[in-house]
């Protein structure tokens, strides 16, 4: 296995106070880029996620011939090229740890004029491709994967036709890939979802001109369309929110505001999921950003209690089990999940590296085929973790250790910088007890 070299070590907290801003939203800055760089004219973007993940995104198009500026932290300014002014290049194009990047850029290039050869890290490398190689070969992409599996080659040439398309499992970046296909194929491409996801490429194309019919669970548009540069300003990403909000729920005396979040309801379910357990957040100042709707969540301890999480609201909190799991700990009674295979799929193993790490600190935690049962109320001893290069489990355990009797170390820490720079200092600013070190 191999192991990345930043370790966290975790102390016991103080009550978590004051208001933060956590980093830009992931899936926003991606598409971000994407559509400034297909489009005519020159687009500007604030509140860029400055994570590596995006920062790959940005580097790719830039080998496209993309001239992408920065004369900001959280700012980018983008010359697009148009939708028929990317240039091929011969080196292999490294995704690093991002699916998205990967997936969406699979529909993308499938299109082009070109060859392409898409690679990613080993979290990536163990990701399913066949979920987006499929329909898109049905529409006359050639894509050549080995068991499914990254790198993918894109043949170039190929003569795309529109499909109707009902995905069997529900993913945004599937969606996305094909809707960015369906800009280059003859036709109108229909994309049906079995449960609606979040929706940031169709209203993002919208904002860049393309005519997009979309509501929950359906999107179609028709192939041909130019865009037009505009200017996005992204929220604050509701995922990296999200370990604020279990963590300031379950350390007593805390209270702690989170500013300008992106609310977007394919995204926080959650916000509704840490109610339902009897969390004490409130929505304040709701407003629209971009497009997006934005509000502050205030934060405050309370005690919760264990709950079935609704099967029907998994997709709208999918990146955010890691983190509801520590909370499901913390809690009084029993938390099932059910109906979350999708996280067999994801950075990691989540179901299997979430237990685990939970396990090593003394919590109690059935693992089934497509979701957990979670026994609250264990105090969680100190311990050493895994986090298997996955961010979110880096950075779930490491709120798990501010709950802990002793100290927590946590290995394999270095691909938080994938989706949120400056974690150990922004959650220490408000009380967390963590220290980053490098190792080996
Ligand atoms: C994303 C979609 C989700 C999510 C991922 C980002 C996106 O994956 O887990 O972190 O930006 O479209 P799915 O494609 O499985 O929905």
């Known amino acids: 296995m191999s192991t990345g070299r930043l370790q966290f070590v975790t102390a016991a907290a103080s009550p978590l106070r004051g208001r933060i801003r956590v980093p830009g939203d992931k899936s926003i800055s991606h598409r971000a880029i994407m559509f400034a760089s297909l489009a005519d004219g020159v687009s500007r973007i604030t509140g860029f996620l400055e994570g590596e993940d995006t920062l790959a995104t940005a580097a790719l198009f830039h080998a496209a011939a993309v001239e992408i500026y920065a004369p900001s932290a959280g700012e980018r300014v983008v010359h697009g090229v148009g939708i028929d002014g990317l240039r091929g290049t011969d080196a292999t194009l490294d995704c690093g740890n991002a699916g998205t990047a990967m997936r969406l850029l699979a529909g993308l290039l499938a299109a082009q004029p070109f060859d392409s050869t898409l690679t990613g890290d080993v979290s990536l490398s163990k990701r399913p491709m066949r979920r987006v190689i499929e329909p898109l070969a049905s529409m006359g992409a050639r ?8 790198p993918l080659h894109l043949r170039s040439g190929q003569r795309l036709l529109a499909i109707d398309y009902t995905l069997p499992v529900a993913s945004a970046q599937v969606k996305s890939a094909l809707l960015l296909a369906g800009l280059y194929a003859e036709g109108e491409t229909i994309v049906r979802e079995p449960h609606p996801t979040r929706d940031y490429t169709e209203s993002m194309l919208r904002q860049f001109g ?4 979309y509501a929950p669970g359906h999107a179609t548009l028709r192939g ?3 865009l037009r540069a505009c200017d996005i300003d992204v929220p604050a990403d509701f995922s990296s929110a999200a370990f604020f909000l279990v963590a300031a729920s379950i350390i007593p005396g805390s209270d702690l505001v989170l500013e300008a979040v992106g609310m977007n309801p394919r995204r926080t379910g959650l916000l509704a999921t840490l109610r339902d357990m009897g969390a004490d957040i409130r929505v304040e100042r709701e407003a629209m950003q971009g497009g997006e709707s934005v509000a502050d969540l205030r934060v405050r301890h309370a005690r919760l209690h ?8 998994v997709p709208d909190m999918i990146d955010e089990f890691p983190a509801l799991f520590v909370a499901a700990t913390a809690a009084e009674g029993d938390t099932i999940v059910r109906g979350a295979a999708e996280l067999r799929v994801k950075e990691s193993d989540r179901l299997a590296t979430m237990s685990a790490a939970l396990r090593a600190l003394g919590a109690r935690i059935d693992e089934t085929d497509d979701g957990a049962t979670v026994y609250g109320g264990t105090a969680l001893t100190g311990g050493r ?3 298997h290069g996955d961010h979110r489990i880096a950075m779930s355990s490491a709120i798990a250790g501010q709950l802990a009797s002793a100290a927590v170390i946590i290995d394999d820490c ?4 994938t989706s949120f720079p400056g974690f150990v200092e922004l959650t220490t600013s408000i009380g967390f007890g963590l220290t980053a070190r490098h190792i080996g």
């Not at 894509?143 to 990254?150: F, Q």
């Not at 393309?210 to 019919?213: E, K």
């Not at 264990?306 to 609201?313: H, L, Q």
């Not at 270095?414 to 910088?417: L, P």
């Open 224 to 226: 041909g369309q130019r």
């Open 210 to 213: 393309v005519v997009i019919d």
């Open 414 to 417: 270095d691909n938080v910088a």
């Open 385 to 387: 973790v895994h986090a």
């Open 143 to 150: 894509i050549d994967a080995e068991g499914g599996l990254p």
């Open 306 to 313: 264990g709950i079935e999480v609704p099967v029907t609201r």
